[in-house]
């Protein structure tokens, strides 16, 4: 199944929405369930900045699927060939959510949680099918960064993990096969590392959110967004490549510049500093201009990297061949 017709999000945050966004853009019809009533309100948000991003791409947004609201789980999941779980990171809700879908969904029909951090082999644990659970973890906004990591637990199906991974890049993704399972998988563990640092600059009184936030972008940023953390220091090494690199740099790790080994206190002191910087940073925007400042940025990225055929732009270009292939089809069909 490389692009099913009709899919299930359950949990309807900024996660879940972009998700239906992105389905719905695919072609595909999309029930949505949340018991929050500002939930269709979000979906509805969401939704506008993902056409506009997909509009300044070139991609097509006017065949798009349905985004139809459910009233419960079970009306969400009952047709669906494929549901994706986003509900907010509580296990034990994790557990009471899977269970509903698992009650009511098609036996055959794969379920991928959005979790950015648990292992499936724990959301398996109370479930009854764990066969057909995946891990299908994106990144915001979903609808226009292509990553998604796929994570299976011990009870996964060898065909689950290829079935969610063929309808991610049915949606114009690049599935990530994180083989090894481990919490946080492999980009959040990253993330998690150059967070906690952060979080040191600012306690010790050495940078604002600001400055942390000018340093990533204004420098490794831009080099991280086309050719990530390995390459970009093969670069580095010049002409002796990655050993030249490792040769002059590596000593450099048995230096004192990090405290990765430990975390800051979440003191009520860290964390009204952080948001009275955060807020002189940035708190001219709200939110919902924030996202499409950011979405503009992105599709200016992802245009430059589609046509330097490098990064995250090889996944534009076979999305585009994609949706061709998916008209001509059409077409053809409407002809005979």
């Known amino acids: 199944m490389s692009s099913p017709g009709t899919a299930a999000v359950v949990g309807c945050g900024v996660i879940g929405a972009a998700w239906a966004a992105r389905m719905a853009l695919s072609g595909i019809d999309v029930a949505v369930f949340d018991p929050d009533p500002g939930a269709e309100g979000l ?65 055959e029909t794969v379920i991928a949680s959005s979790t950015s951090g ?51 890049r049915g949606l114009g993704m690049r599935p990530l096969h994180v083989r090894v399972e481990i919490d946080a998988f492999i980009a959040d563990r990253l993330l998690e590392a150059v967070w906690r640092e952060a979080l040191w600059l600012i306690t010790d009184g050495v940078a604002t959110t600001a400055e942390i936030d000018d340093a990533i972008t204004y420098g490794f940023g831009l080099r991280w967004a086309q050719m990530g953390l390995f390459e970009t220091y093969r670069v580095a090494g010049g002409a002796g490549g990655f050993r030249h690199f490792i040769e002059q740099f590596g000593p450099t790790l048995e230096w004192p510049w990090s405290r990765l080994t430990d975390t800051p206190a979440f003191t009520p002191e860290l964390i009204d500093t952080i948001v009275a910087q955060s807020d002189r940073q940035s708190g001219g925007h709200d939110a919902r201009e924030l996202e499409r400042i950011r979405d503009r940025n992105l599709v200016g990225f992802l245009k430059v990297l589609e046509a330097n055929r490098w990064g995250a732009g090889t ?22």
């Open 315 to 336: 996944t534009l270009i076979e999305q585009r061949a994609a949706r061709r292939r998916a008209g001509s089809a059409a077409h053809d069909e409407q002809s005979h």
């Open 43 to 107: 979906l509805a948000d969401v939704t506008d900045n993902a056409v506009t991003a997909w509009r300044a791409l070139g991609l097509p947004t006017d065949e798009r699927g349905t985004i139809d609201i459910a009233s419960s789980t079970a009306e969400a999941v009952r047709d669906a060939e494929f549901v994706q779980e986003s509900v907010p990171e509580r296990p034990e809700l994790k557990a009471t959510v899977l269970e509903a879908i698992e009650s009511a969904a098609r036996p």
């Open 118 to 168: 648990i292992r499936p082999t724990l959301m398996q644990a109370t479930m009854t099918h764990p066969d057909r659970l995946v891990v299908g973890h994106p990144f915001n906004p979903v609808y226009l960064l292509p990553l998604v990591e796929v994570v299976g637990g011990e009870q996964t199906a060898p065909t689950t993990i290829e079935t969610a991974a063929a309808i991610y």
